[in-house]
């Protein structure tokens, strides 16, 4: 009874093994998921604007958020948003293909009146935007930056 037992376990531990290292969830050997042939991929390089008198580490994004077109953006009905970091630069959306708007936002964080003079509207913690125009093909990748003013 004892030896039936052990073969069970040694049976079952050998069948979980073997399903466990057999199986591929992403079959072109990649760790990115596979590109759906009917859709694009919108890759924002976020990149933050260089401000003169402004140290690197007192500008960050803050906003980064799609439209269908320029009036969605301008009204604030975006589809899609990323929540933007100031440790990731790129950011990647699957779209159909099209026209697409994106806006991406960066803020100030200086001290006194730098932000003011650096351009950012109401001084500390203003915003300043940019709105890009961007064109989605099917199996392709598109890369773009924000450019700020």
């Known amino acids: 009874m004892n030896k039936i037992i052990q073969f069970g376990k040694c049976l079952i531990l050998g069948l979980s093994a073997m399903i466990l290292f057999s199986c591929d969830d992403n079959p072109n050997g990649t760790d990115k998921p596979p ?3 009917t859709t694009g991929i919108l890759e924002v390089d976020f990149k933050l604007p260089p401000i003169q008198f402004l140290p ?10 799609l439209g269908y077109n ?8 975006f ?3 990323a929540n933007p970091s100031d440790l990731l630069q790129a950011y990647t959306f699957n ?33 300043r ?3 890009t125009r961007v064109e989605i093909k099917a199996g392709e990748k598109t890369t773009s930056s924000p450019g700020f003013q």
Do not use: K
């Open 56 to 65: 690197d580490s007192r500008i960050h994004r803050v906003e980064l958020c």
């Open 129 to 131: 935007y940019s709105v």
């Open 70 to 77: 320029e009036d969605s953006i301008y009204r604030s009905l």
């Open 95 to 127: 779209l159909a293909p099209g026209i697409y708007y994106y806006q991406a936002g960066v803020s100030c964080s200086a001290q006194g009146d730098s932000c003011g003079w650096a351009g950012f509207p109401g001084g500390r913690y203003g915003i």
């Open 35 to 37: 590109v759906d042939p």
């Open 79 to 81: 589809f899609d948003c």
